[in-house]
Structures are given as C-alpha cells and as structure tokens.
C-alpha cells in the first residue's frame, strides 16, 4: 500500500519481484506523479498490476502479504482491511516466504491481547498463532 517516492516501497516491492512474486501494487497519487518510480520497476511489469490514482478495499481482502508504507495512517479503512487477514499472513510469512535458516520477526502485536480493527476492539494472541503456523 503506498508506493510512493521516497524509495521504500520501491525497495521492499523490488525485493519480493526479484524473489518471483506477482505483487499488486496500489497508491493515491495518480501514475503521472509516481513515473520515477515506476520506471525503476519497468523490468518487472509482467509481474505487478498497479492500481493508482485510488485504493479499492478489494485489493487489500485475500492477499497473502500486505506492506503498509510509513506515510500511510494506521486509521486508514485499508489498513483495517488489511488487519483483517493477519494471521493468514502470518501464515505466509512462515510457511511460504521463509527459507531455511530465515529469521521471520513479528513486532508490534506479540505483547497485546486485542488488536483494533478498524475501531473495533477484537481478541488476538499473535504468539499462539505463531507457534501454531511454526508446527
């Protein structure tokens, strides 16, 4: 979400294309603002549907795998969307991402107990979901 000007999400994006991922890659700002990103990721236009000008809440249902650049507001509907399938990225993180000898860190929800979801408070235990995913 966000791929923006700065270098982030062109590097975490360059990073999974370069790894073999098909990535749907979504911003606000329209495809004339963002062209000096886009031409750094010109040899990977085979692998990525961009989605620009505007976010939809269907491209953030069902993925395997979510990156929420920094200027992107935690409040945002997306995000909230996106919350909504933690534990199956969770899942693909562990189970389909990581290789051998990886190390995969999860920050921000292993010490909480609840996780607000779009303003709505709802139960979540990120370490049980991680042991579980690691067996």
Do not use: C
Request: aromatic fraction near 6%.
């Amino acid at each position: 979400m966000g791929l923006g000007l700065l270098g982030r999400g062109i590097n975490v994006a360059k990073f999974l294309l370069e790894n073999g991922t098909e990535l749907t890659i979504t911003d606000l700002k329209p495809k004339e603002r963002l062209l000096p990103s886009l031409a750094e990721l010109s040899a990977f236009e085979k692998q990525i549907t961009y989605v620009l000008g505007e976010h939809r809440l269907e491209d953030f249902r069902g993925r395997d795998l979510i990156i929420k650049t920094a200027g992107v507001p935690l409040e945002s509907i997306y995000v909230g969307e996106a919350h909504n399938d933690r534990e199956k990225a969770i899942d693909f993180a562990i189970n389909k991402l990581a290789r051998k000898g990886d190390w995969v860190l999860f920050l921000g929800k292993g010490h909480e107990k609840s996780m607000n979801i779009a303003g709505v408070e709802t139960a979540w235990d990120e370490v049980s979901i991680v042991k579980e995913k690691l067996k």
